[in-house]
């Protein structure tokens, strides 16, 4: 076998073990009332938070649709 598939196949196991004991170790404590962030979330805007999140997604996502236009429109032309 060859040895980085060895490695990665070793650091999978590694892994699946260190959450299963942590999921034995810490399993119990999901069950106890966790912190209250109520007053945290409550400050939260939602409607600012979402426009946000789509004006970044818009200035990533126009750029490349134009780019896109421009060719298919050249590609037109060039007929």
Not at 16 to 28: E, R, S
Not at 57 to 67: D, Q
């Amino acid at each position: 076998m060859n040895k980085s598939v060895s490695r990665l196949a070793n650091a999978r196991v590694a892994l699946v073990a260190a959450l299963a004991g942590a999921g034995a170790t810490f399993g119990p404590l999901a069950l106890a009332d966790g912190p209250d962030f109520s007053s945290l979330t409550e400050s939260v805007i939602l409607t600012g938070v979402t426009t946000a999140i789509l004006a970044v997604a818009a200035l990533k996502a126009v750029p490349a649709i134009a780019s896109y236009g421009a060719r298919v429109i050249l590609g037109f032309i060039k007929r």
